[in-house]
C-alpha cells in the first residue's frame, strides 16, 4: 500500500519519544486526529494506551508503537466476499457521488469474472446518464454484461431483471451500481429501502450483501456517510477507495471501532486492477509506521 505523509509524522513523533516527555501523549492524541481517528476516538485510544503502559511497565518505543499497533488492529475489521457458486448473489454498492461505486463495480467485475463468476453488472443509478454510460463503457472494456433502463426509469426494476437474468443463467453474481444523493436523506432513504427489498427478494438466500463505497481523502466524512447508510439500511461491508498519498486512512479505524463495520476491499487507483483485498496488519502498520 502506498505510503502516507501522514504516517511519516507519526513516525517523527514516536523518533522523539522519552518516557520523561509530558506531552508525548498530548502531542500523540493530535497526531491521530490529524490521521483521520477523530476527536473522541483518539482521546480514547491514547488514555487506553497509557493505562496500558502504566500497568505493563511498557517504556521502550518499539514496545510502545507495538503496543499502539495492537490497540488499533482490534478496531479495523476486514471481510472476505465469497459468492457462492450455482446461486443468485446481489451485492448492492452504496456509497454518496463522487466516492467511486462505478468504478469500484467495474473493478469487482474483474475481479470475480476471473474468479469464474458469471458477472453482471446492474446500471441502476438510473439518475445520473453519467454513470448509466459509464457502467456500459466498463461492460463492453471487461466482457461484462451490463443491464440498464431508461434515465429516469425505477432503479429496483433495474436490479429485478438483472437478478431474473442471473437466475436464467443458473446462477452468479450481480452488482448494482446505486445513485447516491445525500442532500435528500429521506428520498435517497426510501428508494434505497425499496432497491433492497428487491435485491434480497432476487437473490438466494443468504446471497445478499450491501457494501459501502468511501473515498478514503474524505476523513471523518466517511464515517458520517457510514452511519447513514448503516442506519438505512444497513452495512455488511465497507469498499475504500483513492487511498493513496493524500489518505491518511484513520476513518476505517473509527467505522471499526463505532459502527463495527468491516472492509472488504482497499483501491488505490484508476486502473482495474487497483484493488485489493483489506489486510488489517498491513493497514495498521502503513498507517503507523509508514
Known amino acids: 500500500m502506498a505510503k502516507v505523509s501522514f504516517a511519516e509524522k507519526l513516525k517523527s513523533l514516536f523518533g522523539f519519544y522519552s518516557k520523561e516527555d509530558e506531552n508525548f501523549f498530548d502531542d500523540l492524541t493530535d497526531a491521530l486526529i490529524e490521521g483521520d481517528v477523530g476527536a473522541k476516538n483518539a482521546v480514547e485510544i491514547i488514555d487506553e494506551l497509557q493505562k496500558k503502559c502504566k500497568e505493563e511497565k511498557i517504556t521502550g ?37 463522487g466516492v467511486g461505486k462505478t468504478t469500484s463495480a467495474a473493478k469487482l467485475g474483474k475481479w470475480f469474472k476471473e474468479k469464474n463468476q458469471n458477472v453482471i453488472l446492474a446500471a441502476s443509478d438510473t439518475f445520473r446518464a453519467a454513470a448509466v454510460d459509464q457502467l456500459s463503457m466498463h461492460g463492453e472494456r ?82 458520517r456517510q457510514a452511519e447513514v447508510f448503516n442506519e438505512a ?14 489518505a491518511k486512512g484513520g476513518e476505517v479505524i473509527t467505522i471499526g ?20 483485498l483489506m489486510n488489517p496488519e498491513q493497514y495498521v502498520k502503513t498507517f503507523v509506521e509508514g
Open 233 to 246: 439500511v444497513g452495512v455488511d461491508a465497507v469498499i475504500l477507495t483513492k487511498y493513496d498519498s493524500t
Open 257 to 276: 471501532k463505532e459502527l463495527g463495520l468491516p472492509v472488504a476491499f482497499v483501491c488505490t487507483g484508476e486502473k482495474y486492477e487497483d484493488i485489493a
Open 61 to 97: 518505543i518499539d514496545s510502545l508503537r507495538l503496543c499502539l499497533e495492537e490497540m488499533l488492529l482490534s478496531y479495523v475489521k476486514s471481510v472476505e466476499l465469497t459468492p457462492e457458486d450455482g446461486k443468485v448473489n446481489v451485492y448492492m454498492l452504496l456509497g454518496v457521488n
Open 142 to 223: 471487461l466482457s461484462i454484461r451490463v443491464v440498464k433502463h431508461q434515465m429516469g426509469s425505477d432503479p429496483s426494476a433495474v436490479v429485478f431483471d438483472a437478478g431474473e437474468a442471473c437466475k436464467a443463467n443458473g446462477g452468479g453474481l450481480v452488482l448494482c451500481d446505486t445513485a447516491g444523493r445525500l442532500h435528500n436523506k429521506e428520498n435517497l432513504v426510501n428508494e434505497l429501502k425499496k432497491i433492497d427489498r428487491v435485491a434480497k427478494s432476487k437473490a438466494s438466500e443468504g446471497c445478499y450483501k450491501k457494501i459501502l463505497v468511501v473515498d478514503a481523502t474524505t476523513g471523518q466524512n466517511a464515517v
